[in-house]
């Protein structure tokens, strides 16, 4: 990977004359208002690309940046005051014709600061890295799964949105899967012990018997009467004795034969009763044993569709694993617009995870100059500082910063060593 080897500054911003040497990781210390944004803004205009007159110095005509690669290539931008232009020399002395797309396949992404990756909110640090690692889930692989398309390829949050509503149904399958099943236990509960005898026609009989006796007891009745009446008219003329005993057989008849009948219409009555108290129970048996097969179905349909969803949710898994593994950063993705690394938030890491994995998806989007410019570097101190530095040497990337240190003057250190950056700081362009 390219790195750049040197920097020279004239009349940029509060910069009036500058040149300097960068290390790997590069630290521009000084106090405020000696020139160490200026420095950085100086450098960043090469990438920037169009044309800024306020990067003018005030009072200057003209003025450049210029940096060496390490390859012997030099790229300088000179600014007046109507124009900036752009000319790039190869290390084999040969101009770059097209500049502009040049610097641009040279350092994509350039202007990427880590420290402002960690200190955005978590929506938008949750974009930037979708957009850096745009991995897709495509409408066949989630059809495959699940049955049904979404109209696009959706990104890392738009699945763990999908996986979300295939777990939600299988939870709402799980609680009816369970009323059902406690349902269906009372139902069991409430079941008589079987009984196979034909009340119904049991029934009938009883009542044909009940109302065959009560006819019998009217015939009785109106025969008994009838014969009572003949005999008391063929008597009239007979002795008043003779009738009174022919009344008095009459009624002891009546009242003996009606007695034996309503004993047995008693028993009768008593019978039916029972026989339809049985009948009853039997048809409360049938709807019971209806609505147990009825429940019965329908737990054996969320029992299915309770497994179904869980085949999906684990083949959703599978396939989630299978593409983030594939992934320039395993283990990272984005579950509901927030950042996870294997599973835990971004904010939970430790502070040297949180740096390591900001320059992992810096690699995700620079070019061929692994450079980086940080800026609001002051709110690192003590652990911080030295966590954030552990990360940039690993990194891979060149790294320039700037550090406020009241009271020194401007000055440079790269990989451990410290010099004068010998700047000559003048009043600066218009620009804040």
Known sequence: MLR??????KNIKGIASATFGLGTLTVIRGANGTGKTSIL???ATIFDGGHDPELLRKGAVRGHVQITLSNGTTIKKSVTEKASTLDITTGDGLKVTKPATFVQQLATGFAYDPIAFLEADSKKRAQFLLEAMPIEFLPKEIEAITGTAPARPVDIDGFAQIR??????RRDANVVQRDIGATLTTLRESLPPGDEQDWPAIVQGWRTAQADLRARLNALQVAI???????????????????????AKAATALSE????TQAELQTVASELATAEAALDAQRRAANLRTQIAD??????GKLMESMRLDEQLKALDELKTAKLSEAAI????????????????LDQLNTQRQYELAFQICTLKCGELGFLICDRIESLVGVNWEDFKAAAAESGFQIILARAEAGEGLC??????????????GEKGGRK
């Open 4 to 9: 750049i080897e040197s920097v020279e500054i």
């Open 164 to 169: 979300q509503a295939v777990y939600d149904k």
């Open 412 to 425: 440079l250190e790269a990989d451990g060593e410290v010099v004068q950056i010998g700047a000559q700081v």
């Open 41 to 43: 803004d100086s450098i």
């Open 330 to 345: 395993p283990g990272v993705e984005v579950v509901n617009g927030k950042i996870l690394v294997d599973g835990i938030p």
């Open 225 to 247: 009467k009838t014969e009572a009446d003949a005999q008391r008219a063929e008597a009239k003329a007979a002795y008043e004795t003779e009738l009174r005993k022919i009344e």
């Open 295 to 300: 429940y019965s179905k329908r737990l054996d």
């Open 257 to 260: 034969q009606t007695a034996e």
